[in-house]
């Protein structure tokens, strides 16, 4: 029987040389006439390590990595194949303590099965979900939903349950599941691993939505720069549509659900979710005002439920091992897990599955291990472009929704960008405005016209030009943009700077008393 050896073929390992290093082991195969199969699996989340090999042997999965194209003969040598040592040995995967600490539920299959492979997904625990779901009726589904305490992954952290329960009880037989997979915070790359590494989640979880508040069509809006998400998601609908997981009945029920992939407009904004249902319509992206909610009118004016991948790929788990099976794990309000992703300065960047519960600094130093560069961490952005810089101070908060909210700072979709303390805080704080001039929709003018005025006023704080006006007059802007803006892109846009204007005042050549004075 052939040897399976797993090669992830997600984009991370990809950027490294993942192809390379599969054709090399054909080649060498071929050559000694080893009988191998070599499964292009998604990546394990252990984003320094990539390319990380596995060969299946009796004792489980054995990893080897970051492997190149030139290490394959030797691994050969070694007799890899049987789990011999080699200099990159990582001994059994789930050993490894970067994974073996974590709590993998919504990405338990990620990195494990072949992502487009529907019986291996079904022999992971994969369709019991929505088995689960078709023996109830919409309304327990939605309750069980909301029982479990899932809020959205997004950004917003809203009860999936409560937004579901709105859709389920709006009037009509046209309505729609729309799934952001837009993915444009800095540092995320949480539903871009799930699409790759285990697409046929995302699709039972819009399934189950469809069946739950009654809708019959569901679309993926797909960020532009993720191809190989869209492909996997694409093969992955035509198997489960051949299977009768998809279709005017699904698995034989009467009900019916459809699922499209749209590839998205390329803008930050098209990530809000009525920019997104615009540019679904085929319009601009530009922020819709509310009500309506898109819950009552969204997608071509029908009800619909707005909902994050990860929120979405979520539900199967849930319905499969039971509310109370999610609910005990978190803490407070924030019941469930998060996949955390560890970028920027740091030593092991990477995908982290955790409950909430674990403090910052649990994640930096036991699961990232510290700055790449050796130096001390001295911030961390958490929750993308608009969330808050969190000092070194902070590191003991728990990573809890109500916790953070405290604190000024947002979880959001659980990215972190690390800073060690070579940092400018200043700059990073101008490039927040700066980004959210380029990235306003110009719908309303506390965004359109304070963001381009607040990087003025930024340079000439950092030029030290009547350095205390201007910073009286910085917090003055920011607080129109956070009362006066549409959506959280003007709204929240000044979290960031004042966050790096509070904790890190020297950087702006300023004191901290003289702060206090400004504001
Ligand atoms: C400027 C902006 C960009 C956003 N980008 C995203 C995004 O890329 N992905 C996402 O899921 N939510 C994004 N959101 C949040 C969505 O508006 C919305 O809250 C979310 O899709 C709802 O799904 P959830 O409840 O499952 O989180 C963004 C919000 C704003 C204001
Ligand atoms: S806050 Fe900015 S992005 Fe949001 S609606 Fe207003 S102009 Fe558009």
């Given amino acids: 029987m052939s040897i399976r050896v797993y090669v992830p073929g997600d984009m991370s390992a990809l950027s490294v040389g993942a192809d390379d290093v599969a054709r090399a082991l054909t080649a060498e195969a071929a050559a000694r006439k080893a009988d191998i199969r070599i499964v292009r699996n998604g990546t394990r989340g252990m984003l320094w390590l990539e390319p990380m090999v596995e060969v299946e042997t009796p004792e489980g999965r054995v990893a080897y990595g970051p492997v190149t194209a030139a290490d394959v003969k030797s691994l050969f040598e070694s007799d890899f194949l049987n789990g011999g040592k080699h200099q990159l040995s990582l001994g059994l995967t789930e050993a490894i303590p970067y994974f073996a600490k974590q709590e993998r539920l919504t990405f338990a299959r990620v990195g494990l099965t072949d992502p487009v492979s529907l019986d291996d997904y079904r022999a992971h625990g994969g369709y019991e979900g929505l088995t689960q779901a078709l023996a109830m009726d919409g309304a327990a589904i939605v309750a069980a939903v909301t029982e479990s305490g899932l809020r959205g992954r997004g950004g917003a952290a809203f009860p999936a349950g409560i937004k579901w329960k709105t859709v389920h009880g709006a009037a009509g037989h046209t309505k729609y599941i729309v799934c952001n997979a837009d993915e444009g915070d800095s540092g995320t790359f949480s539903d871009r691993m799930i699409m790759e590494g285990d697409p046929f989640v995302l699709i039972e979880g819009m ?29 992955a609908i035509d198997f489960a549509r051949a299977a009768g997981y998809l279709g005017e009945s699904v698995l034989g029920s009467g009900k019916k659900f459809e699922l499209h992939v749209r590839r998205a407009a390329g803008a930050y904004i098209c990530g809000e979710e009525t920019a997104l249902l615009e540019s679904l319509e085929g319009k601009r992206g530009v922020v819709r005002f509310k009500p309506p909610l898109p819950a009552l009118q969204g997608l071509f004016g029908k009800p619909t439920v707005v909902n994050n991948v990860i929120t979405l790929a979520s539900v199967p788990i849930i319905l499969a091992r039971g509310v109370q099976y999610y609910k005990d794990f978190g ?89 060690d303390d070579t ?20 719908k309303c003018t506390p965004c359109r016209i304070g963001s381009t005025r607040g990087v003025e006023v930024m340079d000439k704080i950092i030029a030290g030009e009547a350095r205390d006006a201007n910073v009286t007059l910085l917090r003055d802007l920011s607080e129109t943009m956070i009362a006066g803006s549409l959506c959280a892109l003007g709204g929240m846009t000044p979290f960031p700077v004042m966050s790096a204007l509070d904790h890190f005042p020297e950087d702006f050549g300023l004191t901290p008393k003289k702060i206090s004075e400004a504001a």
Avoid: W
Wanted: hydrophobic share 45%.
């Fill in 207 to 235: 399934t189950i939505a469809g069946v739950a508040v009654g809708a019959t069509a569901g679309y993926i809006y797909v960020r532009s720069e993720y191809p190989h998400a869209e492909k996997a998601l694409l093969r």
């Fill in 331 to 419: 803490m407070g309000r924030s019941r469930g897990t998060l996949p955390f992703q560890l970028t920027g300065n740091i030593k092991h960047g990477g995908l982290v599955e955790k409950a909430f519960g674990l403090t910052l600094r649990e994640l930096l130093y036991d699961f990232g291990g510290g700055s790449a560069t050796g130096r001390p961490i001295r911030a961390v952005q958490i929750g993308g472009p608009l969330g808050a810089y969190v000092p070194e101070s902070q590191f003991d908060m728990p990573v809890d929704y109500e916790a953070f909210a405290a604190k000024g700072a947002m979880v959001g979709h659980g990215g972190m960008v690390v800073f």
């Fill in 423 to 442: 940092v400018d805080m200043a700059k990073m704080a101008r490039y927040a405005m700066e980004f959210c001039a380029i990235e306003s929709c110009g």
